[in-house]
């Protein structure tokens, strides 16, 4: 049990860092866009936004995962 949560918490940071970094791609292409192309500013900040939400998901999830972690360690030490 405690092997598949570790491993559900391993998955869960990563996928933090995969949206983190595709967030700053996107805030990349936003400020080479407004300088260089038609995109709308409003789209890409709603892409932006799409990548925080799903960081903070995967940081929710691994949050929980750490609990039930604890929990379950706290209830295999009895005494």
Not at 33 to 55: A, C, F, I, T, Y
């Amino acid at each position: 049990m405690q092997t598949f949560l570790l491993i559900l918490l391993i998955a869960c940071m990563v996928g933090a860092v995969v949206y983190v970094v595709r967030g700053v791609i996107q805030f990349m292409r936003t400020q080479h866009d407004q300088v260089h192309g038609p995109n709308s500013p409003m789209e890409s900040g709603l892409k932006q936004n799409k990548m925080m939400w799903r960081r903070i998901q995967f940081q929710a999830l691994a949050i929980v995962v750490v609990i039930i972690i604890l929990m379950v360690a706290r209830s295999g030490h009895t005494g």
